[in-house]
């Protein structure tokens, strides 16, 4: 049963970076594609990108293209979400999950337990 | 890109009743790419159904997903007090490639 575990809480300024990472166990990592889906306070579910770890290929949603960058370490079953130029309206709760097949598009299940990340001056 | 529109936005039942939750597309989505998550508060989303109406493993038959084309539900046949939660629906669209959610739906105790 593969478990994901993420980084703990972050307090950034605004204009600095946030680099999260979510590591997996228990299951296989490499062929199965790492998501980050962000909350902000109340607010839904928004999906920011996703990794394939075995060909290091990243997607990401067009509204965060040029701020995110999504990475994988195969030789630690971890992905990374690192997130740049932050503002006040990119405090949320950040969680990685992994997709239920290898590769493609698939769904999420298992969820990390999310990081809460705050952008405060 | 397809927007994702989920109705009631706030459900109010009781224990025992049937719960009926609706999630619109903006355009025709395929059935196989269309997902239902719970979210209890302070935890991760968790997967309920998948391609429009597989139940996720371990989730209790009293959970149903149907729909296609522009028109998905999500229907749980008799609450019980841990069905109390948020949900929503998920998409996943190939123009560009992406994945959206819907707003939610809250399902609260009457």
């Known amino acids: 049963q593969v478990q994901l575990v993420q980084s703990g809480a972050e307090v950034k300024k605004p204009g600095s970076s946030v680099k999260v990472s979510c590591k997996a166990s228990?299951?296989?990592?490499?062929?199965?594609?790492i998501s980050w889906v962000r909350q902000a306070p109340g607010q839904g579910l928004e999906w920011m990108g996703r990794?394939?770890?075995?060909?290091?290929?990243?997607n990401y949603a067009q509204k965060f293209q040029g701020r995110v960058t999504i990475t994988a370490d195969k030789s630690t079953s971890t992905a990374y979400m690192e997130l740049s130029s932050l503002r006040s309206e990119d405090t949320a709760v950040y969680y990685c999950?992994?997709?239920?097949?290898?590769?493609?598009?698939?769904?999420?299940?298992?969820w990390g337990q999310g990081t809460l990340v705050t952008v405060s001056s | 890109e397809i927007v994702l529109t989920q109705s009631p936005g706030t459900l109010s039942l009781s224990p025992g009743e049937r719960a009926t939750l609706s999630c619109r597309a903006s355009q025709s989505v395929s059935s196989s790419y269309l997902a239902w998550y719970q979210q209890k508060p302070g935890q991760a989303p968790r997967l309920l159904i998948y391609?429009?109406?597989s139940r996720a493993t371990g989730i209790p038959d009293r959970f149903s997903g149907s729909g296609s084309g522009t028109d998905f539900t999500l229907t749980i046949s008799r609450l019980e007090p841990e069905d109390f939660a948020v949900y929503y629906c998920q998409q996943y669209g190939s123009s560009p490639s992406m994945y959206t959610f819907g707003q939610g739906t809250k399902l609260e105790i009457k």
């Open positions: 228990g299951g296989t990592f490499s062929s199965y594609t």
């Open positions: 391609g429009a109406s």
């Open positions: 999950a992994r997709s239920t097949e290898p590769g493609g598009w698939y769904w999420f299940d298992p």
């Open positions: 990794i394939i770890p075995i060909l290091g290929i990243a």
